[in-house]
T-cell receptor
Framework: LAKTTQPISMDSYEGQEVNITCSHN???????ITWYQQFPSQGPRFIIQ???TKVTNEVASLFIPADRKSSTLSLPRVSLSDTAVYYC????????????FGQGTELSVKP | GAGVSQSPSNKVTEKGKDVELRCDPI?????LYWYRQSLGQGLEFLIY????????KSGLPSDRFSAERTGGSVSTLTIQRTQQEDSAVYLC?????????????????FGPGTRLTVL
């Protein structure tokens, strides 16, 4: 499982776009990049997953450069309710398998 | 549909006592996971079930910890002779693994957790 590095914390204001970058220099060919979100006193929740280029869903976008050694989670127009810890995970979780969570990025959105 | 449920939501126990934590996964999910999260820390993997079998127990911190799953559904995590360092939130997750031919990784759905406090 590839090790990931992401900022410990970030601050933003309501309405801004937030980009959280995760580095994963040792990503393997079969590895996917997955992001989870965790609110206080709740379990993590899947946000988005990608392999290469760009993935977009109703919540976020995920940008992955050609070398796949990093990825950027983009949250458009954040609100106070987006205040949470965001985890970047890299691995081949096909057919099941444990998730290795790092420290995550604590995002604080201010009014 | 119903998500992953865990019980109890909170458990306070005295050092040395045994505790049982329960997880009800999403119906039909064959994979089940236990993690724990200490205050201000990330999640720590404990054990993974596929059906009733546990192919990965590598995260269990000591032989005081055990888990079982019956009928491919409910799972129980048991901690014997609890210690203060066992205090944490214990999270359960389940997933429905994609067939190998489908090149996607599984999404794990987490329950709300059980907060265990050992006095």
């Amino acid at each position: 499982l590839a090790k990931t590095t992401q900022p410990i914390s970030m601050d933003s204001y309501e309405g801004q776009e937030v980009n959280i970058t995760c580095s994963h220099n040792n990503i393997a060919t079969n590895d996917y990049i997955t992001w989870y979100q965790q609110f206080p006193s709740q379990g993590p929740r899947f946000i988005i997953q990608g392999y290469k280029t760009k993935v977009t869903n109703e919540v976020a976008s995920l940008f992955i450069p050609a070398d796949r050694k990093s990825s950027t989670l983009s949250l458009p127009r954040v609100s106070l309710s987006d205040t949470a810890v965001y985890y970047c995970l890299v691995g081949d979780f096909n057919q099941g398998g444990k998730l290795i969570f790092g420290q995550g990025t604590e995002l604080s959105v201010k009014p | 549909g119903a998500g992953v449920s865990q019980s109890p939501s909170n458990k306070v126990t005295e050092k040395g006592k045994d505790v049982e934590l329960r997880c009800d996964p999403i119906s039909g999910h064959t994979a089940l996971y236990w993690y724990r999260q200490s205050l201000g820390q990330g999640l720590e993997f404990l054990i993974y079930f596929q059906g009733n079998s546990a192919p990965d127990k590598s995260g269990l911190p000591s032989d005081r910890f055990s888990a079982e799953r019956t009928g491919g559904s409910v799972s129980t995590l048991t901690i014997q002779r609890t210690q203060q360092e066992d205090s944490a939130v214990y999270l359960c997750a389940s997933s429905d693994p994609y067939p190998l031919a489908v090149r996607r990784t599984d999404t794990q759905y987490f329950g709300p957790g059980t907060r265990l406090t050992v006095l």
